[in-house]
C-alpha cells in the first residue's frame, strides 16, 4: 500500500516568508509525528499526534511553528517568518499507535535564504 | 529531560565480521525500543524493535534490551559493506513521545 506522503519534497523560501509542509500518513495509521533532522545531525523531536489532538507541543522550537491535524489524517507543519536556522529536513512519520514502529515519509527539504 | 544516548562513531568493522550499536536511555518507564537504519541524504528505515527484555532476532540482526540496566544494542552478524549507514536508536515514553539518539556511524571495511 502507500507509504507516508511529504510535500513538497523540497521547498526555497526567502528569510521572513511563510511555509506550509504537508503529510500524508498511511491509512488507519492512528499517530503522527513531526521531526527535524539538521544536516548531519540527529532527528529532533517537535510535535506527535493521537487521532486529531497533540498532547505534547513541547518540542517546537519557537512560537512560529504550528501544527494541526484534521480529520485524524493529513497534518501540516507551519513555519511563520523563517528564519536561516530553520533550513533543514522535516521528517513526517505515521504509526499505528501505542508502541508501534513509525514509519517515515521522504521528508520536506526546506531552504531559507 | 528524556534522553536517548548513542555512540557517534564512526565505528569501523572488517567485512564479514560482528558490528554492536549500543544506546542507553534515560527513563525507567520506556516501553518500546527501535532500531532505524539511514543512509545519506534517505529517510530512516526500521530494522528492528523489541519490546521485552532479552534477545529478538532477525536474520543477520539481533536486539538486545536490558531493562534494568536501560540499554539495548543492536549486533550484526556477517556485516556487508551495504551495512554502512548511520543507525538510530528510538525509545518511546508511557506518554507515546518517541525520541531518538543521534546516532552511531557504522563502516564496513571491505
Known amino acids: 500500500g502507500a507509504g507516508v506522503s511529504q510535500s513538497p519534497s523540497n521547498k526555497v523560501t526567502e528569510k521572513g516568508k511563510d511555509v506550509e509542509l504537508r503529510c500524508d500518513p498511511i491509512?488507519?495509521?492512528?499517530?503522527l509525528y513531526w521531526y527535524r533532522q539538521s544536516l548531519g545531525q540527529g532527528l529532533e523531536f517537535l510535535i506527535y499526534?493521537?487521532?486529531?489532538?497533540?498532547?505534547?507541543k513541547s518540542g517546537l522550537p519557537s512560537d512560529r511553528f504550528s501544527a494541526e491535524r484534521t480529520g485524524g489524517s493529513v497534518s501540516t507543519l507551519t513555519i511563520q517568518r523563517t528564519q536561516q536556522e530553520d533550513s533543514a529536513v522535516y521528517l513526517c512519520?505515521?504509526?499505528?499507535?501505542?508502541?508501534?514502529?513509525?514509519?517515515f515519509g521522504n521528508g520536506t527539504r526546506l531552504t531559507v535564504t | 529531560q528524556k534522553e536517548v544516548e548513542q555512540n557517534s562513531g564512526p565505528l569501523s568493522v572488517p567485512e564479514g565480521a560482528i558490528a554492536s550499536l549500543n544506546c542507553t536511555y534515560s527513563?525507567?518507564?520506556?516501553?518500546?525500543f527501535f532500531w532505524y537504519r539511514q543512509y545519506s541524504g534517505k529517510s530512516p528505515e526500521l530494522i528492528m524493535f523489541?519490546?521485552?527484555?532479552g534477545d529478538k532476532e532477525d536474520g543477520r540482526f539481533t536486539a538486545q534490551l536490558n531493562k534494568a540496566s536501560q540499554y539495548v544494542s543492536l549486533l550484526i552478524r556477517d556485516s556487508q559493506p551495504s551495512d554502512s549507514a548511520t543507525y538510530l536508536c528510538?525509545?518511546?515514553?508511557?506518554?507515546?513521545?518517541?525520541?531518538f539518539g543521534k546516532g552511531t556511524r557504522l563502516h564496513i571495511l571491505p
Open positions: 528510538a525509545v518511546s515514553y508511557r506518554d507515546d513521545k518517541i525520541i
Open positions: 491509512s488507519g495509521h492512528t499517530a
Open positions: 499526534f493521537q487521532g486529531n489532538s497533540a498532547p505534547d
Open positions: 512519520a505515521s504509526s499505528l499507535g501505542h508502541n508501534s514502529p513509525l514509519h
Open positions: 523489541i519490546y521485552s527484555n
Open positions: 527513563d525507567r518507564g520506556s516501553q518500546s
